[in-house]
């Protein structure tokens, strides 16, 4: 391992242990909601590790994560059959869809995995999608602007 992918793995995991972090905090200690779900982990890989990648750009993070939640949710709420059938439907469904709408992101492909097997409610939208992503993109702003120097996002649209 070179010098440079060294400095760039450590960076890249402890600021995914501060946006995480963050995140855990919000959720488990205070009162304002979920703000955490598991794919966001795979978000910190792009967002820090390769935050040149066109997958890593706030577009992609935000539409990626909401497009595949949607999918999720709509498939709890009107596809009355199995997980076994609906959990493969959403996740093909919610990988389509960012792929002709543009954004795609690949830590956003397990959302419907997530909320099918938790049979959530519209709300999940809001918290932890919404708002959890909101929060990554501040902080995938923040540090990559203003730690790693780099021209973060690379576009907004």
């Known amino acids: 391992m070179n010098k440079e992918n060294l400095i760039r793995s450590i960076y890249a995991g402890f600021f995914s242990v501060i946006t995480i972090g963050i995140l855990t905090f919000l959720t488990y200690k205070t009162e304002y909601g979920i703000f955490l779900i598991a794919s966001f982990g795979s978000s910190m890989v792009l ?12 577009k992609n993070i ?11 949710v709509l ?10 059938i609906v959990i493969p439907f959403g996740v093909g469904l919610g990988v389509a869809l960012m792929i002709i ?3 795609t992101h690949p830590p956003a492909g397990g959302n419907p995995i997530i909320i099918i097997m938790g049979s959530v409610s519209y709300d999940y939208l809001i918290y932890p999608v ?8 501040i902080f995938g702003v923040l540090i ?8 973060y996002p690379s576009k907004w649209i």
């Open 47 to 58: 967002l820090y590790g390769y935050p040149e990648s066109p997958f890593a750009q706030p």
């Open 62 to 72: 935000f539409f990626g994560h909401l497009v595949t939640a949607i999918v999720g």
């Open 75 to 84: 498939c709890v709420n009107f596809i009355p059959l199995p997980n076994y």
């Open 101 to 103: 709408l543009n954004v």
């Open 130 to 137: 919404i708002t959890g992503v909101i929060i990554i993109l």
């Open 144 to 151: 990559n602007r203003f730690i790693f120097r780099k021209n």
